[in-house]
């Protein structure tokens, strides 16, 4: 936009308020920057867009195929985008990408034709994808994934302080000892949770043993079982990256003799059905998935109203839910 306002001899306001379709400048300065923002290439969204009510709103919600597939966190989430959009009248265009559309950074049509007003992702993909995506000039809004190289708008979980809270919960009866169970690089709420997790652990002075740290292993039963089969001692309480992990967790502990809270306590996070098949049901944090993704919607809607605001990174708070896991 400075660009723009050096050709011209103009203010950066001036361009602003003219490419956003807003009162302020006469028809034939902004036919003007128009023009010049068209020839050097600066992505513009149609004037005719911006005045379009709600129920005219088309938005697209794009994730990989695995997060579609997925219903115990994401599932609901995408669940309540649908009906959010839905209760603003508007049309939700939906569209899985699959690895190879990913690694060669593919976007889906509709998005290079600007076939929708805004655009949400859900869950995380690489960052040059997202560039791309960004680089449409469609408002877009990443839910539950951000990355400090890319400007554009983030609602998030406050993982760090979730299970800070979890650990120091956990640490908070009677226990002395404490392990991490979880993917950490798998995405970088995992890895929040671990530094939240590593934070609390600091703050009580406690000395951590590395073997208690299973940061690199999936949500797999029979591995899991093999790593815990072969520590030579375990912990009193574990902190899980998720539910699931919490889930499995409890399992094996419990087919090995362990009597879950009495022997060793169990917390997870997420607040999926994971924490209530587990027996017995797990202490977790909560995170509110119908507010994340009405969050998200209101957040686009007002992208789409403005694109030319700073980008934002939504920290949502969490809730610990004691159970039947921990020791009292």
Not at 13 to 25: M, P, Q
Not at 207 to 223: N, P, R
Not at 225 to 236: C, F, G, K, M, T
Request: glycine content about 6%; aromatic content about 8%; some cysteine.
């Amino acid at each position: 936009m400075q660009d723009i306002a050096d050709r011209l001899n103009i203010s950066k306001n001036s361009v602003s308020i003219a490419l956003t379709g807003k009162s302020g400048v006469g028809e034939d300065l902004r036919q003007k920057i128009i023009e010049v923002a068209t020839e050097i290439g600066y992505p513009i969204q149609k004037l005719s867009d911006k005045n379009k009510s709600d129920n005219e709103l088309m938005i697209g919600l794009i994730a990989r195929e695995d997060i579609f597939s997925e219903n115990t966190f994401f599932g609901i989430i995408n669940l309540n985008i649908e009906k959010e959009v839905k209760a603003r009248n508007g049309q939700l265009l939906i569209h899985s990408v699959d690895e190879n559309n990913e690694l060669n950074n593919e976007i889906p049509s509709f998005i290079t034709e600007k076939k929708i007003d805004g655009l949400l992702v859900l869950s995380h993909l690489k960052k040059e994808y997202i560039q791309q995506l960004a680089n449409t000039g469609i408002p877009l809004v990443l839910i539950d994934h951000h990355d400090y190289d890319l400007n554009v708008d983030s609602i998030l979980t406050d993982n760090r302080k979730g299970a800070f809270v979890a650990t120091r919960y956990l640490l908070s009866n009677g226990t002395n000892t404490i392990g991490f169970i979880g993917q950490v690089d798998k995405s970088p709420s995992y890895k929040e949770r671990f530094e939240g997790f590593t934070y609390a652990v600091k703050e009580a002075g406690i000395k951590q043993e590395e073997k208690w740290l299973i940061h690199s292993i999936k949500e797999d039963e029979a591995a899991i079982e093999n790593y815990i089969e072969n520590l030579d001692s375990l912990p009193d309480a574990w902190l899980c990256a998720n539910d699931e992990y919490g889930f499995l967790l409890t399992r094996i502990l419990s087919s090995l003799g362990y009597k879950i809270a009495e022997d060793v306590s169990i917390c997870g996070f997420d607040n999926s059905y994971f924490s209530t098949l587990s027996l017995p049901q797990l202490s977790t944090i909560d995170i509110d998935k119908e507010y994340f993704a009405k969050r998200a919607v209101v957040q686009l809607y007002n992208r789409i109203e403005d694109n030319n605001l700073p980008p934002e990174k939504i920290l949502l708070g969490t809730q610990l839910l004691k159970r039947n896991s921990v020791k009292d």
